[in-house]
């Protein structure tokens, strides 16, 4: 495996479901991150982990959990989630911890969530 | 709020021309740029970064910043089919404290025909 990688790539669940999305970087990158791509609105940054220590939560519902459990490794926990939850989640990883002027991030190829 | 405004398009060009992309950002601040091409259906893949005022060109991509009038820009020459996607700006600037964020703006949808 090369990149970022995320699994599930599509999930479906109703309000009282539980599950989990999982992200995995072969970068050697210390960054993580949490995207929510919904349509017609820019990509909105959800959560940021710089070696594995949680740094930034944009004000997002806590139905939404996130666990990094180490610097490769992401998790996105969901439990009674809404209709409007419904969208493309995205996961980056970037290689400086806290970023840089000019440090880069990379994108998975997402999990699209649908909440029924 | 920091903000990233990008035409929503669709911009629709023939093949063989050049396809103008622009953005305009809010915070002054910023100091790295960033275009991605996002397919549909897929997730975002960097094609061009820049950091310094002026050109930098990249193959058939060229990105352009003017810091001065907030306003960064992507050509893309001799454009192909291959190329109709979303192409997303990105702008990153200090987020508070010594961190820095990724500000997106919504992408403008690009449309080459054959």
Redesign the interface.
Known sequence: ETGVTQTPRHLVMGMTNKKSLKCEQHLGHNAMYWYKQSAKKPLELMFVYNFKEQTENNSVPSRFSPECPNSSHLFLHLHTLQPEDSALYLCASSHLPGGSSTDTQYFGPGTRLTVL | QKE?EQNSGPLSVPEGAIASLNCTYSDRGS??F?W?RQYS??????IM?I?SNGDKEDGRFTAQLNKASQYVSLLIRDSQPSDSATY?CAV?GR?GG??????????TLLTVNP
Request: net charge positive; hydrophobic share 25%; glycine share 12%.
């Open positions: 990233v100091q790295s960033f991605y259906g897929k997730s975002p893949e960097l970064s950091y997303l990153n987020s010594s961190n820095y964020k990724l500000t997106f703006g919504k992408g």
